[in-house]
């Protein structure tokens, strides 16, 4: 399982589901809406404290981003 991938799909899957935009969870997270397009097509590789920052802002637990739904 690609990781990059995984924490990409959860993370666009999470955030349409609470109705938010990439800008709109820029806005929350700290990160640009650059890094969260490149996040959510498993161009990026982020970090603990990334993973950590976006979950807070979605509201849900780190362990949600890196669960494989399926």
Known sequence: MD??????ENCARIR???????EGLS???????QYLSDLERGKRNPTIVTIYEI??????????LVTPTE
């Open 3 to 8: 990781m990059r991938k995984l924490v990409g």
């Open 16 to 22: 349409k589901d609470r109705g938010l935009t990439q």
């Open 27 to 33: 806005e929350l997270c700290g990160l640009s809406q």
């Open 55 to 64: 979950a807070q802002a979605l509201e849900v637990s780190h362990v949600d």
